[in-house]
């Protein structure tokens, strides 16, 4: 086991990560003034172990799915809350993925202004990237994370146990942002490099978790609230991902992650930013984890991305050389039109 | 006019205090990429100044009253945000009252985790209490304030052109507030005891709002989070007063805050906390406020004040000499005895 620090101006939040964090942290907590906010999935495979080790907890069960993170989820979390009569000192337990530690973090940082918050990340993805930096969200009206709060959690339980039961789609979300972290860090890059074959092994997944969130407690720290430029860099392949996810839905964030850093990759060495042997490199990696990418080329979605503060120029953050990146800014119709060549030469077109 | 500055750990906020502050403020801004959020009330009276002063901001109407204050409300000014196509980079101004103060600072902590908040306090309540100091809440399921953020307005400003259009009633509630501070601040009450005859005075009111102002930038820089205990010593009065206010219903905020000092005055001078002649000099003060006292008993909604943490336990911050407070803790049924006590005493019971 391994503890992992990041002290931002407003708080300290705590990332405990390796086999038995969980087992470790449920010794020494009953769940007494504790509300844990879970899934319908998640319940069905740890609801037993979960009522087993924090028999005091209330329990309050979201349907499971990116669906769920709306205001409507939202409020009916803080009603359960104050039904439950929680107070300051009671402590609120995100166990679940992405979608579970974004809203369960949302609740934790309004109920009375803030009560104390733990994210216990079940998913791949929630374990090497969302559950760690304080950033918690819903969306509205179609519009992605625009309802959200900087929030620390006071402490992060990272623990492989619940890698176990995830489908390989969940495992290929996660490896979305690992791959990210690769373009970022050389280090990672280099260990992703060297298990480029066994990406899906559990042994590479483990050694692989804290490195990242490592990555990201470094740039937490420097740029809590995304404010001098540091903490977009995690950004990576997230504005088209998140434009493709907006529009067809049908596969999860990681691997629209993945998909976004494929076509992202395309505009960066289009525009002299990245040079082609990296990209590559990159590229095939995209393609461990995926498998065959998507044609696609609506992107109309990113216009309205928080991340821009001018709807008609798109900023990316792209890989340059290994462990840098760079920031293009495109005008909207410039960048559509390079994600719609993309989609062409992915289709076989001229 | 006059400055006065608040440093946090999280950030930085500059109160513009006096004649012609919102004029200065729109001369050097068109509303352009601004929202506003504002009530009924106040718009049928600023309407025209507004729209003239910032042409070019959205203006959101909202319902004028406490009952707007809740997460339905909210959810309306977060869609409308969301509809105007708000970025990062726009800025909320909440225009009028408490209850627009609390729930457009709220809306602008929330909208893509947090946009620049600035404060134009319109009330005598919110210019010398509310809209300084961060907390932005509504009520939820009858919870006064259960669900809302910390959130520094990058400005606040505080003119006393809006008190002209304000019922008496109205400078009462502000009063209410100002006589806590007399009650906290040596300086204050001096100035309140010597006005005692025209608490009603725009000239009083002008000369003791930024001293009420810099008394709580004091102590919000001291304990922006409430977690010190310096910030406890705002909810003076607040207890008793936040309990009448859910059950009784009838009469405003700061009209139950002087109610609330009135009887958590007799508890601390029945506990032998604060002496029989200041108490008298405080409650001849809040009896020029507010006329005469009613007589009220019922408190069993201080029990979820999410100022306790216990609910069996009250906790009350009261006045013990001049210029300075104390904390008193009673057992619920202890503190429920002395209040329908004081309420016999008012009655003329024996």
């Known amino acids: 086991m391994e503890t992992i620090r990041i002290s931002t101006p407003s708080s300290h939040s705590e990332i405990i990560c390796g086999d038995s964090a969980f087992e470790n942290f449920t010794r020494e907590f009953d ?8 899934d319908g999935n998640v319940f069905s495979l740890y609801g037993d172990l979960l009522q ?12 499971a799915g990116e669906s769920s993170k709306n205001h409507r989820v939202l409020l009916s979390i803080l009603q359960g809350m104050v039904n439950a009569k929680l107070t300051k000192k009671s402590r609120v337990i995100a166990f679940g993925g992405g979608v579970v530690g974004d809203i369960g973090g949302l609740a934790a940082s309004l109920y009375m202004r803030g009560v ?25 009206c179609g519009v992605k994370n625009v309802i959200g709060t900087f929030y620390q959690p006071a402490r992060v339980i990272v623990d492989p146990l ?12 996660g490896l979305g942002e690992i791959i990210k972290y690769g373009a970022l860090d050389g280090e990672i890059l280099q260990k992703i490099a060297q298990n480029s074959k ?26 809590e609230r995304d404010e001098n430029g540091a903490r977009k860099s995690l950004n990576l392949g997230h504005t088209t991902g998140h434009a493709f996810e907006l529009t067809y839905k049908r596969r999860s964030h990681g691997e629209y992650v993945l998909i976004g850093m494929f076509y992202e990759l395309f505009i960066a060495c289009n525009n002299g930013v990245c040079a082609g042997d990296y990209a590559d490199k990159l590229r095939s990696l995209i393609m461990r984890a995926l498998g065959k990418i998507p044609a696609l080329d609506e992107v109309s979605a990113a ?17 340059k ?7 293009i800014t495109l005008n909207f119709d410039e960048y559509a039109s390079q994600i719609k060549r993309c989609a062409q030469l992915i289709r076989g077109e001229k």
């Open 31 to 38: 769940g007494q003034n504790a509300f844990v906010v879970t």
């Open 321 to 327: 050389r290994e462990g840098e990146w760079a920031e």
């Open 162 to 173: 619940f890698l176990g039961t995830l489908p390989k789609r969940e495992l290929r979300c």
């Open 116 to 140: 104390e918050l733990v994210q216990i990340p079940t998913t791949l993805l929630s374990q090497v990237d969302s559950s760690v930096g304080g950033k918690t969200a819903v969306d509205m």
């Open 52 to 63: 087993k080790s924090l028999p005091k907890a209330e329990i309050f069960v979201i349907k």
């Open 198 to 223: 066994n990406l899906f092994d559990f042994g590479f997944l483990k050694g692989v978790t804290p490195l990242c969130i490592k990555h990201k407690a470094r740039v937490v720290a420097m740029d």
């Open 303 to 319: 216009k309205y991305d928080k991340k821009n503060s001018e709807q008609s120029k798109i900023s990316l953050v792209v890989p």
